[in-house]
């Protein structure tokens, strides 16, 4: 700090400016670390967008909370979804993934890519993903329904009709049959 003030010239001070070097500069600028922003305020731009159809916009403001925090889990999620969206499913699928890759105990994070999976019908893949968002929280209602609807498209009617239980109760089960 003594190098900082001795740069600046405080009112109501009868000392002199220092004499600035390029080394007193650069060792200066070197320890200023640039404001990059608040990852916060661009998830909640690009949850804006996403709630309102605007996924190309959000995808953008998803991006932008990675450039200043990569370890934000939200925003791949959100990435994903918008890239399902919009019909980029490899997309999706790596945003996932890349969540995963940082925490794989995220329950919505899984059901999400394994719904990816069954919006391109890849079944096998699809049931994988969303019976280990079960394994991880088997209360949420949600991901018992996707595994049914995973199974039912697979023909398992059987299994289907267990998960849509958990999902429900026996009347709707029946209905989602």
């Not at 220092?18 to 600028?29: P, S």
């Not at 309102?52 to 990435?79: C, M, Q, S, T, W």
């Not at 391109?120 to 079960?134: E, K, M, V, Y």
Request: aromatic share 12%; charged share 25%; net charge neutral.
């Amino acid at each position: 700090m003594k190098n900082i003030f001795g740069f600046v010239n405080f009112w109501g001070s009868n000392k002199t400016k220092a004499n600035l070097t390029d080394k007193g500069v650069a060792q200066f600028v070197s320890n200023v670390r640039s404001n990059r922003g608040n990852p916060d305020s661009h998830y909640l731009l690009a949850c804006y967008h996403q709630e309102r159809g605007k996924h190309k916009e959000a995808i953008e403001e998803f991006k932008k909370v990675l450039l200043i925090d990569p370890a934000y889990l939200k925003a791949y999620n959100g990435l994903g979804v918008s890239y399902d969206l919009l019909g980029d499913f490899t997309r999706a699928i790596g945003s996932y993934k890349m969540a995963l890759s940082l925490n794989p105990n995220l329950d919505y994070v899984h059901n999400n890519l394994g719904y990816s999976y069954l919006l391109q019908g890849n079944l096998d893949d699809a049931i994988t993903a969303l019976t280990r968002a079960i394994v991880v929280n088997d209360q949420d209602k949600r991901f018992h329904n996707n595994l049914g609807l995973a199974y039912a498209e697979k023909g398992q009617y059987d299994l289907a009709l267990e998960e849509f239980k958990l999902a429900s109760d026996e009347a709707k089960a029946h209905y989602n049959m």
